[in-house]
């Protein structure tokens, strides 16, 4: 029998996000599988399990030498909410099974934790009975979750006429500063959204040398989103990007993010970093759009971009330095296991995910998703 | 393809933050007033009204030639929720009234929208009822609001030994990228929380010149958190990042945050990114804190630091190219009301309180606020 | 200093309700004031001040001899969101200040709480500093600010072509059984919305016995709201019951909620509980509507139509057994403050108001509620 | 006037319940499963698989004459969230699949609608996709998740010391009022919680005179919480009742909620209603308990008690008069699928299921439950 008083308490319902289309992850990186149910995706939107399948596959680990070799299919299996390719309106729960782990390597993180993962404050957080095989929910896989719901979205958003693609913009000192569409990122780029050949050289090259050398390397991503006419989203805390950094920073390894110019307009006179207002096909826009397309937390109509800071993987295979929590004496740690050398290219199609997942639940919440999807 | 438009509905339900430990911010800049209500903090609580007005003084305008010259006295009135200067465990209502204002010479910013402000898409949002008098409820001025609630977060943190100071860290070009710790920052910052001489004099001089110009200018302030222990915040959406970047959004001119190295990480390998572990007094600690205090989204122990790049204040005495929103022409314009040639002084005491906000109300989640503050 | 461990927890962030349209509740019946904030109200809505004080002035104590002396002229007072007398789409805040309180007579409900009143929980719950005077945030006195928010949300609801009206079907033992119209209501209620004259003679007759006798009487409340079309509501846990029944029991002294037939369909086959659907006018209407105009949590076109039970008023001047705190011994309490002998009669447009806020909220998350009120 | 339709937006998050101990219910009552996830079970919690298969088992349907003859063998799987039978911290997902369902007799209830059952409205709400076959969202079957989630809720209730039981009060006109405790209806209730042998007879009786008559009977439920100590709950729409209720109407055929004696308390006096404190083994209690254990939203101390109105099984074979919503003219329907002649013996353990998971959600915003439980 536990004693009534002086208990410490937990509250740690943090596996949703959303207020008007809302998705809730569940799932561990070495249990038996990650998913997700979606509330609020009005009947009648078509989607075929293909689809999901398509945007799943593009964060999906062992396809590239660029990334993990970990070898899972990740098929996606729908369980609810989904009847002949239509949504019925009820919640939609989508599994993606785990299949290749070995649970044994991941033993000692809670004896030694490995820097710069969440072992240590996960086990200070949740005690003895956490599981961090793999990182458990604090690991990349969970995003694959967030994946499967962003495909939902993004149908959704197509159907809108809105359109979004992220692509990187640095992998390590490395720089790709050009700006480009949507329609360029999906007309010219490659498998890793990377455009210029140049460019494409140096990340591949800085990949592979840390790759070689057992260490990683970091990076930023850009994502544009297209065709958000102007006036949506919500003042203050409702602000679009007070919803988007919420929903970046639930992905490991992101450590910062700025909208528009960011933290280069803080090196601005007011007067450079203004956007003029013009009048363009008849249709107010501005000049310049160094505020991301979002002002006082609402759309301008421009498009609206941000940039996203990704950390190099915290796992390596350089020996590092760590404490032994049970003699708790310092100790050296090797790790072995499967693990990216860059997480940057597998971190895009997650970022283009969750960022549809805001997207649609600003819009709802903003009046502008039917009730039903009707064919026409 | 769907048409778009003639959805209509809204859901403005953003004017609160917290789960826990809840703020419902109201007013507007040229209303009656701007005011808070607070909700979840635990009876017992001894505030005096000085310690609110102490913080909020620390904002209010007119105060040095590096700020807005409005005039506003910004005294604090409480309406529930404290007794004889002990919280009651109901909800706290906080008001401040507004005295320094001009109506007329915002009469025409629903015309002529002034560039990188809210107007043009609050207009599109809210419609022509929208109250846009210098900003409306996109106005710094509501910040005050947060400020005010911010006192009685901080309160709560202190009694649990948690303190924390932002400071400058650049204005335009000029950067001070000394660490500083809390104990220094209270010791030796001055009025506006700054420390080194040199820098000092770079930034009044590049703030006065900006004024002198018309213009404005922009900067960064990075925020300590210190004593809080491993172990807090919670998994995947509700990571400390999250709630922090979603509360700093709401604060107009943020564009971008990041965590201990945040950009500057990406820039690095892992085996130089990741922060060793070591026994240090007993404690297991980070040799270096590039984490900025935080893993998978939990308090490592270490201090929390973050940085917000604060763009240029958008409104300038120079002329501005805008679009007549009735004529839809382009025009000109030239604002001349008062304004911040810099806003990055008054939003430190803002993002203290906010940031106390989103920690209290996480360390409540996790069970670590008192049911009932006694007397000891 | 507290010490940071082994500390007992609370989160009372429960003076808010509704998901696209929510009241946050604040004030005490003996501090300055009772308040609401409204977040979600569409801007361009018309709204005069009288219209909310001629809602309030409705549920006014020391208005008949049947209800309260306690004298208080509840002036409503609009702080935030409305300007010229339309919403601008801002929170909107409106507070009643309390006039006349005598804090001395409540001095003691510490040591010898009321029974049946909620001084000896909330006392437990909230500690010594809990404001207890008339009751504090357990007074019916704060449903003043559910009945300004109502009024709110009833014009909304008048645009939008839904009437609703509360009228008294029990007082004691004596019962109307009569089922009526909101016209009928309208038309034929007297202040108390009684209509029939038998019954209203018996009411008055019973409420003026237990005045007479020091006692109290309790009673039932049915509302009616028509005008809602089939269709409306939300699946599984945001069923209409769900969120009426949430708000009702948010009112002091209501112990039970039926729809429809309730109670009584308990005692009936199916074959005589069931509604047959007939065609009436060209449109789908139930024969009975014994389901109160709610099927599976949803409207089914047919008025809706519940009761609440109201026990009689605890708070009587017949002596009483309680328990002296300090001494832990049995003792008798004789109140001599100004009550109620009958709540039933002012809690009538209190179950009206909060049914408007959540009939608002419901239809606001079904896309209902126009983006913007515009005249036509 | 505003027009009334023509406004388009879904906003149907509504499938999740609690804010500290969160259930997200899916699946359909004829597709593939139904499923629950669970968030914010503390880690620690020992519970295998058998628990929650035993109280799934208790409203399993076809395992008596008094119940629908559907087969299901109701087989839980869990997905996530638990390892080696205890809790890990991360959300935990169980699933039961369906397996006896034969979708054609379904087909029929969109063009004829089951008078009194979701179907017309579910249509008008959700459109022509939505899934109707038993039901769908709308069936008593997704209360199987509700019981699924309901056993981890109740073993940490358990572990607090705190243990509740439903039972049935009356069926038809048959009441049995006697009280019973917690423990007098573990050890004599038969396994349809009956007590009484005269009350059983009666029971059994009249389900089965309306199982002959293909006709269905209604009926109500009591549940008794004990061992919640006095101050447990929240102010205003925090209050037990608010949550219980809203809870409650979750649950298909429930149409009326009442605490303590409820509607009966509105025949009676102040003098005769008001429960007198007293003191009792040093402990404060009150000599009767009309409150239901709750006073001003907030426990009492005393057991909490509270009755439930079911209404008798919309589902019947005798012939019933509906509309052909094709052709738009009055018609037959008579019903062959399986179905319970009473449904309330299968409520019995969903009625404590959810009531558990409200009880620990209110817990735990109370700070009352362990953030890990450990062994001791």
Redesign the interface.
Known sequence: ??K???????????????????I?????SH?????V?I??????LHIANEEIQHEVDRRRPGNSELVSDRRESDHIEI???I?NK????????I?IKNENFDPIIYEKVKIT?R????D????????????LKG????SGR?TASFVAAGAIAKKILT???ISLAAYIR?I??WEDNHEYTVAEIRKNGDALRLMNPEFTDRVKTTILK?KS?K??????VTCIVEGI???????????I???I???M??I?S??????????A???????????????SE?K?Q??TN???GI???????MPIWFTC????????G?P????N?RS???TNLRFEGSHDPCIVPRIIPVIESLTSVVIVDIL???????????K?
Chains 1, 2, 3, 4 share one sequence.
């Open positions: 029998m536990y009534y008083h002086k208990k410490k308490k937990v509250c740690s319902v943090h596996n949703s996000f959303g207020n008007f289309f809302r809730t992850s569940f799932g561990e249990g038996k599988m990650v998913g149910v509330d609020g995706c009005p009947p009648g369980l609810s909410g009847e239509y949504s019925t309106g009820a919640p939609i729960t599994i934790p820097p710069s993962h969440a240590y404050p996960a086990l200070m957080r949740y005690g003895k009975y956490v599981d990182g458990g929910r604090f969970i159907l809108l006429g640095s390590g000192p840390a050398e260490d990683s390397v970091g990076g930023q006419p102007s006036g949506k989203g919500d003042m203050v805390f409702g602000s990007e007070s919803r950094s919420a929903a920073f639930a490991p992101i450590r910062g993010i700025e909208f528009g110019l960011g933290f307009s803080t090196k601005l006179n007011g007067s450079q970093n203004n956007d003029p207002y013009m009048i008849g107010i501005t000049k160094n505020a991301g002002l006082g937390g609402l759309s301008t109509g800071a990704i950390k190099p993987t915290p796992t390596i350089k590092q330095e760590t404490v929590l708790m004496k310092q709802m919440g903003n009046g502008d998703i039917p009730q039903i999807f009707n026409k």
